[in-house]
């Protein structure tokens, strides 16, 4: 898969795929989508104490490495579990410059995310380990159990085969009582399809820069 190397708004890079016409975030700010959708929306509005993070794409690991550093700030044991069908080159991940993100004494961190085996569970730090998937999400039949799910796959219109029925309704078999899906897609049949399955669905404000809406699904 052929990705370009592209700056967006906030000064964080992030990945064009030309052949899907698509980014991997938001061109008004990469990490500003992160934090907002994943991390303060998700992870942060999440009553469980020590939870279970499941990602739909885990790509440039931009949300992981957010996610490690919340589960640092708030001394919170987190499992993280994430899926990728094209995992990066390290080069692709040099080139992103994503480490000058974090301070110094963090940067180690989101090497160390990159750098680790895959389909093994990696403990990062003390609040914070990582097991990395490599697989089609489309031929799993069943999700691991989980408490935060980040649905961040193309966008439906791109790649509709990760927006089923079938896949949510499994997202929703794995997922805990009180668990939160968030997605940056608002459409209307995406909003009904979680809700026919048994999602509580609610469209709340995006980052400040860029989406106004956002999603964010709960399992009542
Ligand atoms: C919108 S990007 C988001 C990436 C990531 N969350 C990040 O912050 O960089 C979508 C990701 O889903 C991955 N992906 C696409 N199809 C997939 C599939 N069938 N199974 C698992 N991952 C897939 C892509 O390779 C890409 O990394």
Not at 182 to 206: A, D, H, M, W
Request: a neutral charge.
């Amino acid at each position: 898969m052929i990705r370009l190397i592209v700056p967006t708004a906030d000064g964080t890079n992030t990945l064009y795929v030309p052949h899907l016409n698509e980014h991997y975030h938001s061109t008004y700010g990469a990490n500003e989508e992160s934090k907002h959708i994943y991390i303060s929306q998700a992870y942060v509005h999440s009553p469980n104490p020590s939870p279970t993070v499941l990602e739909i794409g885990f790509g440039t690991g931009l949300n992981a490495m957010n996610t490690c550093i919340e589960a640092l700030t708030q001394q919170r044991k987190t499992t993280y579990i994430c899926f990728e069908k094209y995992p990066l080159q390290i080069e692709e991940i040099q080139q992103l410059q994503y480490h000058t993100v974090w301070q110094p004494h963090h940067q180690g961190y989101f090497w160390h995310i990159h750098s680790c085996p895959w389909n093994t569970a990696i403990a990062i730090h003390p609040y914070f380990t990582i097991t990395k998937i490599q697989a089609d999400i489309c031929t799993l039949h069943s999700f691991p159990l989980c408490d935060i799910v980040y649905f961040d796959a193309f966008a439906p219109e791109k790649q509709a085969d990760l927006w089923t029925e079938e896949i949510f309704a499994r997202i929703y078999a794995s997922i805990s009582h009180t668990g939160i899906l968030t997605t940056y897609c608002v459409k209307g049949n995406i909003r009904r399809l979680l809700q026919s399955i048994g999602f509580t669905v609610e469209k709340i404000p995006g980052p400040p820069q860029g989406k106004r809406e956002i999603l964010r699904a709960i399992k009542q």
